[in-house]
């Protein structure tokens, strides 16, 4: 494990795990479960974690960095946002007055406002591995990436890298 990539549920951006390994080039995707001598699965040869959720935003993700930074060791945490994204189609403000609006429920003040929609591409992605450098969650040792991902070429295209001296 060295590897965490942070990218959006929407189905077609499921290659992004595959496109930043290819990327790298050094890691094992998707790699294979090792069996003991009865069969049991004890591990996995894959060396990059795909953690999924709305627009790919880091914020959702930290919990899952401290998590596998415990179990395992990270190395790399990489944050891919992707064309034609569902969280453009919206505002921050837009989201929380719908919520409200729908379920008779505030959730204003639960999130980071920046981090609930994407208005612009590169600030969205730069916004994120920001945020990432900041939090307690993640060790300050490790190498932060952010991409676009054009999700009809399949074109990855690094926006910011962020690697410690
Ligand atoms: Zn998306």
């Given at each position: 494990m060295k590897t965490i990539v942070i990218h959006c549920f929407d189905p077609r951006a499921s290659e992004i795990p595959q496109a930043v390994a290819d990327y790298f080039g050094d890691e094992v995707y998707p790699g294979e479960n090792i069996l003991d001598e009865a069969g049991?699965?004890?591990?996995?040869?894959?060396?990059l974690f795909a953690v999924s959720n709305a627009g790919g935003r880091a914020l959702s993700a930290l919990q899952s960095v401290a998590t596998m930074d415990y179990l395992f060791k990270v190395q790399n945490v990489v944050v891919v946002h992707h064309s034609f994204?569902?969280?453009?189609?919206?505002?921050p403000e837009a989201l929380v007055n719908e919520f409200h609006d729908h379920h008779?429920?505030?959730?204003?003040?639960?999130?980071d406002h920046d981090s609930?929609?994407?208005?612009?591409f590169e600030e969205s992605i730069r916004h994120d591995v920001e945020l990432l450098r900041g939090s307690?969650?993640?060790?300050?040792?490790v190498k932060l990436y952010g991409f676009f991902y054009?999700?009809?070429?399949?074109k990855l295209t690094e926006v910011v890298r962020d690697v410690p001296a």
């Open positions: 049991n699965r004890i591990g996995n040869t894959r060396t994204c569902g969280a453009t189609a919206f505002t008779h429920a505030d959730i204003s003040t639960m999130f609930l929609a994407i208005e612009h307690p969650a993640v060790p300050k040792s054009e999700i009809n070429s399949g």
